[in-house]
């Protein structure tokens, strides 16, 4: 825009807009497929991580065990394994699908886990004086005391998710926003590839917006909280 950098290199704010403007058709088309990738591997990632977090918390040595692989499981980048997994389940949905899981149920895990371990000993001793069962505790005193770590790390996923699927995208396919990045990037249609860049990050804020909006809504008691803190900062 000052011609400080030239266009090729960093194209200005107004050809970024331009070029969303005139291919919004096209990256709302590849758009669809990355979110519906997405969303897939976030619901088996949410599901794998849920059920990983109650048995490591249900069962120490699964916890001793199954802990340090978790932790082994982040140390290799995604773009890594996205190579294999296009060579072990060829170019469909199903390898960008795996990878966002794989991305994805970490930190629900991790959340979860921290979550359930940090109930009140005293509020366990008190359920089972009641008889109550394991069951009956996990459910209305560990999960609810879970819930906010839950959402913190639903927050995380939903970002990498999206990241997840279009990396998988790079690496081979035939639809998606990460497709769509290789293709204009051959071009070196720059514009264009932060137009995309740009409505990668648009789309991670906005899921992240709406996991925020689903906390308030399954925590009514932080609610009331933040109500009586309001209250008394008026005061």
């Not at 001793?64 to 060829?90: H, M, R």
Request: glycine share 6%; with cysteine.
């Amino acid at each position: 825009m000052t011609g400080l950098v030239p266009g090729y290199m960093l194209p200005s704010p107004i050809e970024v807009t331009q070029a969303f403007i005139a291919d919004f058709p096209i990256l709302m088309s590849h758009s669809k497929v990355t979110l519906l990738e997405a969303a897939l591997g976030l619901v088996c990632g949410v599901a794998l991580g849920f059920l990983c977090a109650a048995l490591m918390d249900a069962y120490e040595p699964v916890r001793k065990g199954l802990y340090p692989i978790l932790i082994l499981t982040q140390t290799v980048p995604p773009v890594a394994i996205a190579p294999l997994l296009i060579l072990w389940f060829s170019y469909g949905i199903a390898p960008k699908v795996v990878l966002v899981v794989l991305v994805s149920f970490f930190p629900i895990a991790i959340g979860l886990l921290e979550g359930f371990r940090s109930v009140d000993p005293d509020m366990i001793k008190l359920m089972h004086s009641m008889k109550a069962n394991r069951w009956q505790i996990f459910w209305h005193v560990k999960f609810p005391n879970a819930l906010g770590e839950f959402f913190s790390g639903l927050k995380i996923a939903v970002a990498y998710s999206v990241v997840g699927a279009v990396i998988a995208e790079w690496l081979g396919g035939f639809q998606g926003l990460g497709v769509y990045m290789t293709r204009v990037k051959k071009s070196y249609d720059y514009d264009k590839m932060f137009a995309v860049i740009f409505l990668v990050s648009a789309i991670s804020l906005l899921l992240m917006a709406i996991v925020k909006v689903a906390q308030y809504k399954a925590m009514p008691w932080n609610r009331c909280q933040d109500e009586k803190q309001n209250r008394k900062e008026k005061k």
